[in-house]
C-alpha cells in the first residue's frame, strides 16, 4: 500500500470538504517523508502549501497535521512558526512532544505567544538557559514556579538571581528556588530573611557550609597579614570571614559589661534597649546594622545562629529571648512554636557553618553598604542589580524593608 494512499479517515471527515480534509493529511504525509524520498527544498515549499491551507482549516485539522508532525525530527520553518502560536492545544502538541525545535523557536514562542504557551513550555523536557531566561522574564508566578520544578530544565545564574529577588514578594517561590541545584549559598542567606520555617530550616540543613578548607589552606596567612599589621583591607576582609574567632577581642576589651555572656544578662534584667543590642553585635563581632537585623527577626531563628555562632550556650539563648520579651509558652501551656524552632535551630547547627551563615550576613549588610548602594535600596532601584556585587545585592534584597521609602 502506498504511503500516500487514502485512509478510511479521510474518507469519512468530521465536517467540511472532503477534498481539504484528503490534501491536508496527504501534504503532511508530504512533509513526514524520511530524507531519502523528498529534498530540503520540496519539503520546504509543501510545507509553505500546508501553511496557507491550514489558515483556513478548522482547529480540529490543524490539531490532526500538529500531530501528525510533532514526532518529526525536520520540520519546515513556516510551519513550525504556525503552529507554535496556534491555540494552546494545538501549539503544545509541538511544545510537548517535538524534539526539533530550536532554541530560537522556542523563544520565539516564548515572546510572541501567550502565558498559556508558555506555561506549557516550562514543562519541557531539556530545556536550555536562553530559553528559561526567557520564560522567566515575564515574571508570570505560574510559569516561573514550573520552570523551577522542571529537573531537567537549566538555569542560567542570572536567571536565579532574578527569581531570588521575586520570591521575597512571592513566597511560593521559596520551596521550588531552594531545590534547584543552580542556587549557592548566597542567594540561599538571603533568601533565610523572608522565608518560612520549613524554607529555613532547608537552608541550613543545605547551605550552612563549613569554612574548614579554607581555613587550612590560609592557615599560614594569618601571619603574614598580622606582620604587616593588617595594613591591607583586602586580605584583611577575607581574613575575618575565615577566621575561627567570632567574637571581637578588641570589643570585649572595652565593654562595660566585661563579655558578651554579661551583656545577655543584662539584657534579661533590664530588656533589650539600643544601646545593649548594639553592645552585644560588637561583641558577637558583627556591626550594629546586622545585629539589629538579627534580633528584629520575627521568626527567631537567627538569634539562634547567633548565640551558635559566638559559643553562647542555651541559658544565654533563654536570656536573650527573654530580653526581647517573646513568648516561652503558648495559651494551652505547651511550648511556644517559635520559640521551639529557635532551640532545634541552635541544636541542628554546628558552631563553623552558624558562623558561615553568621559573617556572610554581616559581610553582605554591613561591609557592602556603601552610600551608593544606601541610596540604591532607599530608591528602589532593584532592577538595577548587575551594577553590584553578590554582598551588595544581597544587602540590597535584605535591607530593602528596614531602608526602603
Not at 11 to 22: D, I, K, N, Q, S
Not at 104 to 116: G, I
Not at 282 to 294: D, E, N, R
Amino acid at each position: 500500500m502506498s504511503e500516500l494512499a487514502t485512509s478510511p479517515e479521510e474518507a469519512a471527515p468530521e465536517g467540511g470538504f472532503r477534498a481539504r480534509h484528503a490534501l491536508l493529511k496527504r501534504l503532511a504525509d508530504v512533509v513526514s517523508l524520511p530524507a531519502s524520498r523528498i529534498n530540503a527544498f520540496e519539503r520546504a515549499v509543501t510545507g509553505d502549501l500546508l501553511v496557507e491551507m491550514l489558515r483556513l482549516a478548522s482547529p480540529t485539522d490543524r490539531r490532526r497535521v500538529a500531530a501528525r508532525l510533532a514526532p518529526l525530527a525536520d520540520l519546515p520553518n513556516a510551519l513550525t512558526r504556525m503552529l507554535l502560536r496556534d491555540d494552546p492545544d494545538i501549539a503544545g502538541l509541538l511544545i510537548e512532544q517535538c524534539a526539533s525545535l530550536s532554541d530560537a523557536d522556542l523563544v520565539a514562542c516564548a515572546r510572541d505567544a501567550t502565558p498559556a504557551h508558555r506555561f506549557l513550555m516550562a514543562s519541557r523536557r531539556a530545556l536550555t538557559e536562553v530559553v528559561t531566561e526567557t520564560l522567566l522574564s515575564f515574571g508570570e508566578s505560574h510559569v516561573i514556579e514550573a520552570v523551577l520544578r522542571n529537573t531537567t530544565a537549566r538555569l542560567s545564574q542570572t536567571a536565579i538571581e532574578g527569581v531570588v529577588s521575586l520570591s521575597r514578594h512571592e513566597p511560593q517561590l521559596c520551596g521550588p528556588v531552594l531545590r534547584r541545584p543552580e542556587l549557592r549559598p548566597s542567594g540561599a542567606y538571603v533568601m533565610f530573611w523572608w522565608c518560612g520555617p520549613e524554607d529555613r530550616r532547608t537552608i541550613l540543613q543545605r547551605f550552612a557550609v563549613s569554612r574548614e578548607v579554607m581555613q587550612e589552606v590560609s592557615e599560614d596567612v594569618f601571619a603574614m597579614a598580622a606582620a604587616e599589621n593588617w595594613q591591607d583591607p583586602v586580605s584583611r576582609k577575607a581574613l575575618q570571614f575565615i577566621e575561627r574567632r567570632q567574637r571581637n577581642r578588641a570589643a570585649i576589651a572595652r565593654s562595660p559589661y566585661g563579655g558578651l555572656e554579661e551583656a545577655v544578662m543584662a539584657a534579661a534584667e533590664r530588656g533589650l534597649n539600643r544601646a545593649v543590642a548594639t553592645e552585644i553585635a560588637y561583641l558577637s563581632g558583627i556591626k550594629p546594622v546586622t545585629g539589629a537585623k538579627i534580633l528584629g527577626d520575627p521568626g527567631g531563628e537567627p538569634l539562634a545562629i547567633l548565640c551558635k555562632a559566638t559559643g553562647l550556650g542555651k541559658a544565654d539563648l533563654t536570656n536573650l529571648w527573654r530580653s526581647m520579651r517573646r513568648p516561652e509558652t503558648g495559651t494551652d501551656g505547651a511550648t511556644h512554636p517559635a520559640w521551639e524552632r529557635v532551640k532545634i535551630t541552635y541544636d541542628m547547627l554546628a558552631v563553623d557553618r552558624a558562623q558561615t551563615v553568621l559573617r556572610y550576613w554581616n559581610w553582605s549588610l554591613s561591609s557592602a553598604l556603601t552610600p551608593a548602594l544606601l541610596r540604591a535600596i532607599r530608591d528602589g532601584e532593584e532592577e538595577g542589580l548587575d551594577a553590584f556585587s553578590a554582598p551588595e545585592r544581597a544587602a540590597m534584597l535584605a535591607l530593602a524593608e528596614n531602608f526602603g521609602r
